[in-house]
C-alpha cells in the first residue's frame, strides 16, 4: 500500500475522522488582530502558521469568541507547554484572561513563528474549548525555540470564532482554519 493509502486508512480508521476542509485562509501584513469568525459545524478544528512575524520580541494570544463578542474575562483561560531551545522550561499557568501561545517572536531578519494549533469541541456548548499547540520559531537573539503543549477556553459555550492579537504591535503573515469530519 502507498504512504497515502496507510494515511487514509489510519485517519479513517474506525469512521474517526472523513476529511480535513479548509474553511477560510487569511493572509495579512501590520494587522493589529487575525480573527476567524466562522467555525462551521465542525467539532475539530486545525489552525495552520505559516511565517508569522509580530514587532520585536512580542508574544502572540489567543481568546474566544462567543456570539462575536471577545472573551477576556479573568481566570477564563488555562495552558500549560513545554519550550525547548537553548534551555527547556515549562510555562503554565491555571488562571488567565488569554491563551499567550508564544513569546519572544521578533522581526528581524530569519524571526518567524511556524506551526499549527488543534481545537476541539468549539461548537459544542456543554464542553470547554481545548488547545493543543506545535510551533517553532527564531526568537529575538537568533535562537531556534520549538513549543508543544494546550490550553483551554475554560467556560462550556458555543464559540463564534477565534482572535489572535500580539501583545504590542502588529501581525504579518498568514493563518489557515481547517475543519475536521
Given at each position: 500500500?502507498?504512504?497515502?493509502?496507510?494515511?487514509?486508512?489510519?485517519?479513517?480508521?474506525?469512521?474517526?475522522?472523513?476529511?480535513?476542509?479548509?474553511?477560510?485562509?487569511?493572509?495579512?501584513?501590520?494587522?493589529?488582530?487575525?480573527?476567524?469568525?466562522?467555525?462551521?459545524?465542525?467539532?475539530?478544528?486545525?489552525?495552520?502558521?505559516?511565517?508569522?512575524?509580530?514587532?520585536?520580541?512580542?508574544?502572540?494570544?489567543?481568546?474566544?469568541?462567543?456570539?462575536?463578542?471577545?472573551?477576556?474575562?479573568?481566570?477564563?483561560?488555562a495552558r500549560a507547554m513545554q519550550v525547548g531551545g537553548s534551555s527547556e522550561a515549562e510555562d503554565k499557568d491555571p488562571n488567565l484572561d488569554r491563551l499567550r501561545l508564544?513569546?519572544?517572536?521578533?522581526?528581524?531578519?530569519?524571526?518567524?513563528?511556524?506551526?499549527?494549533?488543534?481545537?476541539?469541541?468549539?461548537?459544542?456548548?456543554?464542553?470547554?474549548?481545548?488547545?493543543?499547540?506545535?510551533?517553532?520559531?527564531?526568537?529575538?537573539?537568533?535562537?531556534?525555540?520549538?513549543?508543544?503543549?494546550?490550553?483551554?477556553?475554560?467556560?462550556a459555550n458555543t464559540l463564534s470564532g477565534v482572535h489572535f492579537y500580539p501583545n504590542a504591535d502588529t501581525l504579518t503573515g498568514s493563518m489557515s482554519l481547517y475543519g475536521?469530519?
Amino acid at each position: 500500500m502507498s504512504p497515502l493509502g496507510v494515511a487514509r486508512a489510519l485517519i479513517t480508521a474506525g469512521g474517526a475522522v472523513e476529511s480535513i476542509q479548509l474553511i477560510e485562509t487569511k493572509t495579512f501584513s501590520g494587522a493589529s488582530s487575525v480573527a476567524f469568525d466562522d467555525l462551521g459545524d465542525f467539532k475539530v478544528h486545525k489552525i495552520q502558521w505559516n511565517n508569522i512575524h509580530t514587532g520585536d520580541n512580542r508574544d502572540i494570544n489567543l481568546r474566544a469568541k462567543v456570539g462575536g463578542t471577545v472573551q477576556s474575562a479573568s481566570s477564563t483561560y488555562a495552558r500549560a507547554m513545554q519550550v525547548g531551545g537553548s534551555s527547556e522550561a515549562e510555562d503554565k499557568d491555571p488562571n488567565l484572561d488569554r491563551l499567550r501561545l508564544s513569546a519572544q517572536t521578533g522581526n528581524a531578519t530569519g524571526e518567524a513563528i511556524n506551526g499549527f494549533i488543534w481545537m476541539y469541541c468549539a461548537v459544542d456548548s456543554t464542553k470547554y474549548t481545548t488547545f493543543n499547540q506545535h510551533l517553532s520559531q527564531i526568537i529575538y537573539n537568533g535562537v531556534f525555540e520549538g513549543s508543544f503543549g494546550g490550553g483551554a477556553y475554560k467556560v462550556a459555550n458555543t464559540l463564534s470564532g477565534v482572535h489572535f492579537y500580539p501583545n504590542a504591535d502588529t501581525l504579518t503573515g498568514s493563518m489557515s482554519l481547517y475543519g475536521v469530519k
